[in-house]
């Protein structure tokens, strides 16, 4: 009997000791030659739907996504150079402000609007000088609490609205999720929760994929302008 209790005390610290999966959305991908390549930038709301966006656009497109959480602008000033690389993008597809609009312990916005405003513009130019397409995704819905797990954030229009402003002044794409998601959102949304079930982010997923796309289309009609 203790020869089997230390056993099942092995195959219980096995178990523990087990490194977890990682998500499959951030698992790096191969080219497939002579396919445009897109990259997709954002955070959890982004990674679940990164695949069904990558099966959608199945034999037109390379999809790849950031290997992370995009978090808030302050962590994509630190990791954008590295989350670009030195290849080639045609379209890059963005979004940063849930993480922004969380809010702290002590009671300010993770990152409070001046801050994501010129932190935008900061990310924005780096992604110019890419020379892809840039699209903007609106930040998508957040439910009024109480919330599982516990959180609070600020307003999304507010923060949707400096975005808006960036992005004009920058001639850079909208792809307006919120006003996609809104009408479905208790429909498609987990409950008491930001995220979706897996039929809310393949509606996203449509949306991103079709403007995606339209992008690749625009990008290929300019490169073979005389």
């Known amino acids: 009997m203790a020869a089997l209790a230390s056993g099942n005390l092995v195959a219980d610290e096995t178990k523990k000791a087990a490194p977890k999966a990682p998500n499959p959305s951030i698992i790096p ?10 990259l997709l930038i954002g955070d959890s709301i982004s990674m679940g739907y990164t ?13 790849h996504r950031i290997p992370a959480n995009g978090g808030p602008t302050a962590r994509g000033l630190e990791n ?5 690389g030195d290849g080639k993008w045609d379209v890059i597809h ?24 010129k932190n935008l513009r900061a990310l924005v130019a780096k ?11 609106t930040t998508t819905p957040i439910p009024p609490p109480p919330l599982s797990p516990e959180r609070t954030f600020g307003d999304v229009a507010e923060y ?3 975005a808006a402003k960036v992005m004009a002044e920058n001639g850079v794409t909208t792809d307006d999720l919120n006003a996609w998601m809104s009408p479905r959102f208790k429909e ?9 079930q897996k039929e809310g982010y393949e509606f996203l997923a449509e949306r991103v994929a079709a403007e995606i796309a339209k992008a690749l289309a625009d990008h290929k009609r300019e490169a073979s302008a005389p």
């Open 51 to 63: 695949i069904p966006v990558r099966d959608l656009l199945k034999g037109r497109a390379n999809v």
């Open 188 to 196: 498609l949304q987990n409950p008491k929760d930001l995220h979706y």
């Open 29 to 38: 991908i191969e080219d497939i030659a002579g396919l445009p390549r897109v």
């Open 160 to 162: 949707n609205a400096i």
């Open 94 to 117: 963005f979004n940063w402000g849930i993480h922004d609009l969380k809010h702290m312990p002590d009671g300010k916005r993770q990152v409070e609007p001046a801050d994501y405003e």
């Open 127 to 137: 992604m110019k000088t890419t020379r892809a397409r840039l699209i903007w995704a």
């Open 80 to 84: 954008i150079d590295k989350w670009l």
